[in-house]
């Protein structure tokens, strides 16, 4: 293991400040998940670790019905599956939540660590895209916030300033008569990363389709949202013939890599298969959601 | 440089002085002499090295001992007094869920944390809970019976 002196920051001006003082040459550690594994390798190398475990009220899941969910940076990516809040209103970022790892890596991974991390096939990404998530930043000069079809720019890589803490996600409330789901599709069914994954949100006004996101993992630099797919969803009932036209759009928009997990041709047709089965998903947890009292 | 921090394991405290790059497996296996979590793979992957931290499973390969500082660990030690089993425990050896032993402590730890929150676990509940433990002997199968067969004579700790 790399070897590193260790700062544990109370609050988080506290950890803003320390990170402003060190800037490149400090890390920050959350859960660790990912952190651990790099140092241990030796792919980074930095001078100090900077844990923000001990910084106070980061680690909360709110919900109100005109703000919408707030998860703080702490929150794990198990207290994120089992929320009663998440499960109720948000329940496919849950499912997604779900299919990470192991309950031991859950335990320890925070949700924004999963963020952070940027990685294409990161599960919660997909999900966190259809619901509008944001982030919320704070750097020595203040905070901003960024939403994540703007945050990710290359594989491991945010528009996050190495100065700056993601200190909370932030989605909007849910509109009624929306369904969401999210595809894993891997290699084993335990303890892999995705070959490809997709999440669609269809919101249903009666039969018609008045608003949709698909996003997908794995299969371009970063997690992407197909726009042309949901255009073309939007406006029309969800009918197996216009989850088709939509899966072909998205295919269109995936640019995949060949790597040790699957073939850039595979990832294509995969996301095809996917993209159609997750929209009708979506669409008939949208129909049951519309008929509940 | 190495600094204190203390560790209440298997409910007593103990103060251990840590570089900030050991792991809690590490301290636990080199430092204090609890063998009981096995070191597999290191990188989160085998669940060999589970304990309990502050009452949830938590792969201990993938914890610092400075994140540990002030909290509860449960190891396979803890589980029961010496010379007795708990009821977990009690199940493997009566199901034959052991063969080479090695996934076995991180397993009953999976097993038992499952158990305390969930006293009565469906069959995929069970495999779920079990994810992140590989055994390369028992093809799972009576390791999942043991831990139904835990539950049903009430299991949890
Ligand atoms: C065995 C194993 C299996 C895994 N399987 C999966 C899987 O199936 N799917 C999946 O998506 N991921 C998987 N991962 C990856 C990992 O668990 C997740 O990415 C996790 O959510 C990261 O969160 P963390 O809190 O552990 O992050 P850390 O390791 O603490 O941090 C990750 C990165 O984000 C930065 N960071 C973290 N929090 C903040 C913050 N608040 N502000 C600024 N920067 C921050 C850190 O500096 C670091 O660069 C796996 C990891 C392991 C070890
Ligand atoms: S040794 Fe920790 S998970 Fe394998
Ligand atoms: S009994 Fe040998 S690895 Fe499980």
Redesign the interface.
Known sequence: ??????L?PATLSEAVALLAQHGARARV?AG??DL??A??EGWERPDW?L?I?RVADLRYIRYDSRDGLRIGALATV?EVETSPLVRKHYPVLAEAAGTL?????R??ATLAGNVCRASPSGDTLPALLVLDAEARLVGPSGERRVPLARFFVGPGRTVMEPTELLAELVLPPPRPGTGAHYIKHSLRR??DLAVVGVAALVALDGETCVDARIALGAVAPTPIRALAAEEQLVGRPITPDAAEAAADLAQAAARPITDVRGTAPYRRRMVHVLTRRCILRAAELAQSQGRLP | MKRPVTLTINGERQEVAVEPWWTLLDVLREELGLTGAKKGCDRGDCGACTVLLDGKPVTSCMVLAVQADGRQVVTVEGLAAPGHLHPVQRAFVDYGAVQCGFCTPGMIMAAVALLNETPHPTEAEVRAALTGNLCRCTGYAKIVQAVMAAAQHGGAA
Request: a positive charge; proline letters at 0%; glycine letters at 8%.
């Open positions: 293991m790399h070897r590193f002196d260790y544990e550690l660790g998940t651990l594994t140092l241990k670790v844990s475990g198990r790892a192991s309950v031991q890596i335990n320890l335990a303890m």
